[in-house]
């Protein structure tokens, strides 16, 4: 049994900057604390708090103040209200934002003070959302189905729709179109840096969707898929999908310690994958204990 790790998977860039910014800073030997957990990857926070990195929640700032610690924004941005907290505090922030969604809140924040009712296609306490909400005032309709747009929408006022990141690309096209057939004044806000495939660009991160093709070539080549992500990751969610649309024998794991024998039945190939929180590290960790478990070479 071959089992072979997906060569381009793997951080996305935002994250590969995050954690670059976590561990620079690590080394300059004030104390660093994390606001939240800094990627949605149980093995990969391990790794950073063994070497110093502290996860905590916002009611534990002024903890953080007392000690002297710096904090970091991880890639998920916040909203003004965490700055504003930490001012007042006199914390020192280290503002790691994924520069895509500092884009997004910036545009989320012009067009509400230009009056539009913003629409935003993500999950409402997602970390990523819960920033956006932020700098709208929490004026804005999130929405995570078509159904659900139309019930909502007030289809008289000029709107403009954004999407989360890491939403499904197919998903948003099909509110998209469902949404101008209903409102009479849209605008489907397209970010400049992000290139999508249907008319020029859209606001979900091309490092997510643009994995998808090369996903679904990957899993047909291979008779079983291990798709390695933490349970949290959204994008993960999406991309185990679309491995899984082209070969049913997908199977979502958070840990080595979840495989099962029989998933490899029969198998000649076996392909690890994974989210763009997963760390190559671990995914060759997955594919090392395939090996020595279930006699893969």
Known sequence: MEVIVDPQAGFCW????????????LQEGTPVYVLGAIIHNPREIERLERLGLRTITHEQLPEAAREGARVLI???????????????????LIDATCPIVAKLQERVRKFYLQGYQIVIFGKP???????VRGV???????????D????????????????????????????????????????VEFPEELVGEFHA?????????GREHHLRRFAAA???????????????????EVCRSVNPRTYFIES??????????????VGVTGATSTPQWYMHEVARQIRQRFGGA
């Open 14 to 25: 935002g994250v590969v900057r995050t954690v670059q910014i976590a561990e620079q800073s």
């Open 74 to 92: 991880r890639a998920h941005g916040e909203p003004p209200s965490t700055y504003r907290q930490a001012w007042q505090l006199g914390i020192e």
């Open 125 to 131: 306490q997602h970390p990523e959302i819960v920033g």
């Open 136 to 146: 709208c005032n929490d004026d804005c309709i999130i929405v995570q189905s078509v």
């Open 148 to 187: 659900e747009a139309l019930t909502r929408v007030d289809f008289r006022r000029p709107t403009v729709l954004f999407s989360q990141t890491t939403m499904d690309k197919t998903a948003f096209a099909e509110l998209v179109e469902a949404l101008r057939q209903h409102v009479e004044h849209l605008r």
């Open 201 to 209: 660009k859209d606001t979900i991160c091309g490092q997510v969707s």
């Open 222 to 240: 291979c008779d079983v898929v291990i798709f390695v992500a933490g349970r949290a990751s959204s994008n993960g969610k999406v991309l185990c």
């Open 256 to 269: 080595a310690e979840e495989l099962c024998a029989e998933w490899f039945e029969g198998a000649s190939r």
